[in-house]
């Protein structure tokens, strides 16, 4: 059974960034295509960025687009989410999640993602 584990979030002031990691263990990481979501107080859950599993191909949320960046390590079984220019709006918990997918198709449908790590918190205040 796969396992995931976030880090890196924090407090940060606007503009500021930060690196979330998400270290995914119990199979190889180069089968799976990766899915940072995020949820904010009384809101959705929303998608945020998705990684391919060739790494090839990645999407962004039109919010997050330009300013942050996805990337994966698969020697290292762990994906990356580099945040930059952060807002306040960006405060959210940020979770990711595996899809057995090849490709990020439909990347922000939240049904097609099996397994989920806990979430870290990222919280963009001055």
């Known amino acids: 059974q796969l396992q995931l584990v976030e880090s890196g979030g924090g407090l940060v002031q606007p503009g500021g960034s930060l690196r979330l990691s998400c270290a995914v263990s119990?199979?190889?990481?180069?089968?799976?295509?990766i899915g940072w979501f995020r949820q904010a107080p009384g809101k959705e859950r929303e998608g945020v960025s998705c990684?391919?599993?060739?790494?090839?191909?990645?999407k962004y949320s039109d919010s997050v687009k330009g300013r942050l960046t996805i990337s994966r390590d698969n020697a290292k079984n762990t994906v990356y989410l580099q945040m930059n220019s952060l807002k306040p709006e960006d405060t959210a918990v940020y979770y990711c999640?595996?899809?057995?997918?090849?490709?990020?198709?439909?990347?922000?449908?939240?049904?097609?993602?099996?397994?989920w790590g806990q979430g870290t918190q990222v919280t963009v205040s001055s």
């Open positions: 999640a595996v899809t057995g997918r090849s490709w990020c198709d439909s990347w922000n449908v939240r049904g097609q993602y099996a397994y």
């Open positions: 119990g199979s190889p990481l180069n089968y799976y295509t």
């Open positions: 990684i391919a599993s060739s790494g090839f191909s990645t």
